[in-house]
């Protein structure tokens, strides 16, 4: 399984960023996908996940109102629109996706058993 995360990039504060993932190599519908982000000298912490079903969504309390996690099965893609950046949203972006098919959704790196290389997102001030 490979996934392939873009749309990174340096803006300032306030602006807005679409990232993407795409992934290949297997089915993508019954799984669920998530992003995670890390920060310099920071552990890796949870963003966004969204079901295999796509009914449910789940939120870092930090970003809740200001991203939006969605896919498109037909496209094996996820997303992560990023509304009214601040610097502190910056950080390396890591999509992930749930290896297990059908599960409940999970916040944890352990629940996750793909990772894309991750993309650079930069917040001046």
């Known amino acids: 399984v490979q996934l392939q995360a873009s749309g990174g990039g340096l803006v300032q504060g306030g602006a807005s960023l679409s990232l993407s993932c795409t992934a290949s190599g297997r089915t993508f519908s019954p799984s669920n996908m998530a992003w995670f982000r890390q920060a310099p000298g920071k552990q890796r912490d949870f963003v966004a996940a969204?079901?295999?079903?796509?009914?449910?969504?789940d939120y870092a309390h930090s970003v809740k109102g200001r991203f939006t996690i969605s896919r498109d099965n037909a496209k094996n893609t996820v997303y992560l629109q990023m509304n009214s950046l601040k610097p502190e949203d910056t950080a390396v972006y890591y999509c992930a996706m749930d290896g297990d098919r059908w599960q409940v959704l999970g916040r944890e790196e352990a629940e996750y058993d793909y990772w894309g290389q991750g993309t650079q997102v930069t917040v001046s001030s």
């Open positions: 969204i079901s295999w079903s796509v009914r449910l969504t």
